[in-house]
């Protein structure tokens, strides 16, 4: 006997106001489709542009001002009304506290008024589980979490239990590209921008450093990379004195080469150990988070995919990135 429900997610932990709506068909608790209502998503990019990064109070404040809006457009795109909604979900963290507590805040709200139930989200987890959206992937496989905040490689058991076998020690990749983009004057976000100028550059150009790359583990590093650019930035500042446009793409292609390095290498080693702990098992890696999005990233993954055997998948752009489908599944 097949049961549909309709589930809401909220997504406020860091600077994209997002609400998704889904429906579930259920056989005997176990999910046999999904299908995507509505996925709305406001994005704070002109408010925070002027400081080369994220202001914690600013995207609070923009999250309480877009979250009702949100929600009402969501409903609208779904063609359904709130008494549709059987379940609200809600990122509960981790995050920025102040739009946590905005998201969570509404969604108890929400709640306790309509009598819904509610569930908090791990953001992490939302992530770990989004390709299985869009496809049928059978527990265990591997999973690189790569966003501005968070880069680990993640083995997902099954839905509520995960394996962390490695990760960044200190800068996750999605902030050294915002970052790189700020030195650069690239604007915000720099990851998008410097993704643009890197397919016009040479990435031999420049030889960046791949921090942790001689050790036999799954962990990364790459404050220390983002350190060498600002360095070769200010060098070439001072041979150039105004950066010009093709020395800009140059610096870029390079950068993100080493970042791509970086994470192949790494992945690599945790490929190896995903197939002496299941050795009769499928292989399967996937690549989520914002830095997902990436196109280059996703080309290099797939080859490399090929050569070691593995099933690659990677969500749509549109779920890599922050969204609140992802928390409603």
């Avoid at 309709?6 to 997504?11: K, Q, R, T, V, Y």
């Avoid at 959206?133 to 265990?140: E, G």
């Avoid at 993704?195 to 990435?203: D, H, S, V």
């Avoid at 031999?204 to 790459?222: A, G, Q, V």
Wanted: aromatic content about 8%.
């Amino acid at each position: 006997m097949f049961k549909k429900i309709n589930i809401l997610g909220i997504e406020t932990s860091c600077d994209d106001t997002a609400i998704g709506i889904i429906n579930l068909i259920l056989d005997k608790k176990k999910i046999k489709e999904t299908k995507i209502l509505s996925s709305l998503v406001i994005n704070q990019n002109k408010l925070h542009k002027k400081y080369g990064g994220i202001v914690p109070e600013i995207a609070a404040r923009a999250h309480l001002e877009n979250i009702d809006y949100c929600m009402i457009e969501a409903l609208k795109e779904a063609n359904i009304k709130l008494k549709d909604i059987e379940l609200i979900c809600v990122t509960s963290g981790p995050g920025l506290i102040g739009g946590l507590i905005t998201g969570v805040s509404y969604a108890k709200g929400l709640s306790y008024y309509n009598s819904k139930k509610l569930i908090g989200v791990n953001h992490l987890s939302a992530h770990v589980l989004s390709p299985r959206i869009k496809n049928k992937i059978n527990f265990p496989y591997l999973t690189l979490l790569i966003s501005g905040g968070h880069c680990q490689f993640i083995i997902v058991k099954d839905e509520n239990s995960f394996e962390r076998i490695g990760g960044t020690l200190d800068d996750a990749p999605g902030e050294t590209f915002d970052k790189i983009g700020k030195v650069l004057n690239l604007g915000f976000p720099g990851g998008p921008e410097i993704e643009k100028l890197a397919k016009k550059g040479n990435p031999e150009k420049f030889n960046f450093p791949r921090p942790l790359s001689k050790i036999n583990d799954c962990n990364m590093s790459f404050s220390g990379l983002k350190t060498a650019v600002r360095n070769k930035f200010n060098e070439m500042l001072q041979i150039e004195k105004n950066i010009s446009i093709d020395t800009k793409k140059d610096i870029c292609a390079s950068f993100q080469k080493s970042v791509i390095d970086i994470l192949e290498i790494k992945t690599k080693i945790a490929m190896q150990i995903f197939e002496k702990k299941y050795k009769k098992e499928k292989k399967v890696l996937s690549i989520v988070g914002g830095v997902a999005a990436n196109y280059q990233i996703r080309k290099v993954f797939d080859k490399l995919c090929n050569e070691k055997n593995f099933k690659f998948y990677v969500p749509p752009a549109e779920i890599c990135t922050d969204n609140g489908v992802m928390i409603a599944y």
